[in-house]
């Protein structure tokens, strides 16, 4: 039978409720093993692969889900086989609807991270990367990411209780609960269903509660995005006022943006002679990088846990009307390497605009030594820096 009837299920109903079951479990348990896989160069092809697929099945379930809707609005629901036990039955219809807003807040919450940031891994063919009107933002993904791990605990706690119902059912109670599922043999009979409002508002309920406290309670304290403001900041004869310090890289053939959101620069520059000295030192655990910044963290890349600070130091030329140069040396993860900086300085009324940038290569400093070509990361690296500063009476 292809249709449902009040006391079975029928074929497509029960083809959409265990594909969707298999495909969840299964992303549930690719979503734990990324989680718990340490990043490293020896890590990154599998990883690659765990997360495509992880992000496709996602979506499989997605596009299911979408079908398995407009087949339910045709088809009427096999009744309660026990509505006099009125608290199991609205345990059991709150549940139903708590994994139904699941399959799609944890699908949609997915596909927002990854159209939010650069993906670490692709969705494969044939759905898209992004969602329309989803800006890269680190902010966004970072409160999709909360969303989507607060909703993973919620559908597992549900998918659990789902299971230990069924169970029950099979073996205690030895009803036909299971089998209208499984096999779609019929039982029960009951001509109506209860009312389904107060198990569709406790569901309400419980989803609000988790997103909401996954956009609050358990939001970020802190996020960097773009070009941060910062503190005035004191210096030697100007005052930052505000400015970024970010850096390009390319990981897995897509350029990702990072930055710092703590330095301090000193700045000693004449504008009669446009000479000058700066001295920067940069908070490298303010790092941020996107999806792997606990990687770039580590002691592969920055090292944060054993070099926490950063230092560029050099003196200021002007070349040619507001093109300026720093030549000194960065000193990072330990190891002091030449760098040049190129900057276009504008002074107007005692105000400084500075935007600049150079090109450093990874390898100079040792690190990512575990990825020793450009398949996973790049070895160029493209720093931007922008700031605005007042001079000091």
Request: hydrophobic content about 45%; glycine content about 10%; aromatic content about 10%.
């Given at each position: 039978?292809?249709?449902?009837?009040?006391?079975?299920?029928?074929?497509?109903?029960?083809?959409?409720?265990?594909?969707?079951?298999?495909?969840?479990?299964?992303?549930?348990?690719?979503g734990?093993?990324?989680?718990?896989?340490?990043?490293?160069?020896?890590?990154?092809?599998?990883?690659?692969?765990?997360?495509?697929?992880?992000?496709?099945?996602?979506?499989?379930?997605?596009?299911?889900?979408?079908?398995?809707?407009?087949?339910?609005?045709?088809?009427?629901?096999?009744?309660?086989?026990?509505?006099?036990r009125?608290?199991?039955?609205?345990?059991?219809?709150?549940?139903?609807?708590?994994?139904y807003?699941?399959?799609?807040?944890?699908?949609?919450?997915?596909?927002?991270?990854?159209?939010?940031?650069?993906?670490?891994?692709?969705?494969?063919?044939?759905?898209?990367?992004?969602?329309?009107?989803?800006?890269?933002?680190?902010?966004?993904?970072?409160?999709?990411?909360?969303?989507?791990?607060?909703?993973?605990?919620?559908?597992?706690?549900?998918?659990?209780?789902?299971?230990?119902?069924?169970?029950?059912?099979?073996?205690?109670?030895?009803?036909?609960?299971?089998?209208?599922?499984?096999?779609?043999?019929?039982?029960?009979?009951?001509?109506?269903?209860?009312?389904?409002?107060?198990?569709?508002?406790?569901?309400?309920?419980?989803?609000?509660?988790?997103?909401?406290?996954?956009?609050?309670?358990?939001a970020?304290?802190?996020?960097?995005e773009g070009?941060?403001?910062?503190?005035?900041?004191?210096?030697?004869?100007?005052?930052?006022?505000?400015g970024?310090?970010?850096?390009?890289?390319?990981?897995?053939?897509?350029?990702?943006?990072?930055?710092?959101?703590?330095?301090?620069?000193?700045?000693?520059?004449?504008?009669?002679?446009?000479?000058?000295?700066?001295?920067?030192?940069i908070?490298?655990?303010?790092?941020t990088?996107?999806?792997?910044?606990?990687?770039?963290?580590?002691?592969?890349?920055?090292?944060?846990?054993?070099?926490?600070?950063?230092?560029?130091?050099?003196?200021?030329?002007?070349?040619?009307?507001?093109?300026?140069?720093?030549?000194?040396?960065?000193?990072?993860v330990?190891?002091?390497?030449?760098?040049?900086?190129?900057?276009?300085?504008?002074?107007?009324?005692?105000?400084?605009?500075?935007?600049?940038?150079?090109?450093?290569?990874?390898?100079?400093?040792?690190?990512?030594?575990?990825?020793?070509?450009?398949?996973?990361?790049?070895?160029?690296?493209?720093?931007?820096?922008?700031?605005?500063?007042?001079?000091?009476?």
């Amino acid at each position: 039978m292809i249709s449902n009837t009040t006391a079975s299920y029928g074929r497509v109903s029960r083809f959409f409720h265990w594909s969707i079951a298999l495909l969840v479990l299964a992303d549930i348990a690719l979503g734990l093993i990324g989680k718990f896989t340490p990043r490293s160069g020896d890590t990154v092809g599998f990883l690659q692969l765990l997360y495509s697929a992880h992000k496709t099945i996602g979506m499989t379930v997605l596009a299911l889900a979408m079908l398995r809707v407009i087949w339910a609005i045709s088809q009427q629901r096999p009744v309660p086989l026990h509505p006099e036990r009125r608290l199991e039955t609205f345990a059991a219809e709150t549940a139903h609807w708590v994994l139904y807003a699941a399959i799609f807040v944890l699908p949609l919450s997915g596909w927002v991270i990854h159209s939010a940031e650069v993906g670490f891994a692709p969705i494969w063919w044939p759905f898209p990367q992004s969602l329309p009107f989803i800006p890269k933002s680190e902010r966004l993904a970072g409160a999709a990411a909360n969303v989507h791990w607060i909703a993973g605990i919620v559908l597992a706690a549900m998918v659990a209780a789902h299971i230990g119902g069924a169970v029950k059912h099979a073996l205690i109670d030895r009803d036909g609960t299971l089998a209208r599922m499984w096999n779609g043999r019929a039982a029960g009979k009951a001509a109506t269903h209860p009312g389904k409002g107060a198990s569709v508002f406790a569901a309400i309920g419980i989803w609000t509660f988790a997103i909401g406290g996954a956009l609050t309670v358990f939001a970020p304290a802190h996020i960097v995005e773009g070009a941060s403001h910062l503190p005035a900041q004191q210096t030697e004869g100007w005052v930052v006022q505000e400015g970024s310090l970010s850096f390009t890289i390319t990981q897995m053939g897509a350029e990702v943006t990072g930055g710092f959101a703590n330095w301090q620069a000193d700045i000693d520059y004449d504008e009669v002679t446009g000479t000058g000295t700066v001295k920067t030192v940069i908070d490298t655990t303010s790092l941020t990088l996107g999806s792997v910044t606990d990687q770039a963290k580590g002691p592969e890349f920055f090292d944060v846990a054993v070099h926490d600070t950063a230092v560029f130091q050099g003196d200021i030329v002007q070349i040619d009307g507001p093109t300026h140069r720093a030549s000194g040396s960065l000193t990072l993860v330990g190891q002091r390497v030449p760098v040049t900086l190129d900057f276009d300085l504008e002074v107007t009324g005692g105000t400084a605009t500075v935007f600049g940038g150079t090109g450093l290569d990874r390898r100079d400093f040792g690190m990512g030594a575990a990825y020793p070509d450009e398949s996973s990361v790049g070895f160029s690296v493209e720093v931007q820096i922008e700031l605005v500063a007042t001079k000091t009476e």
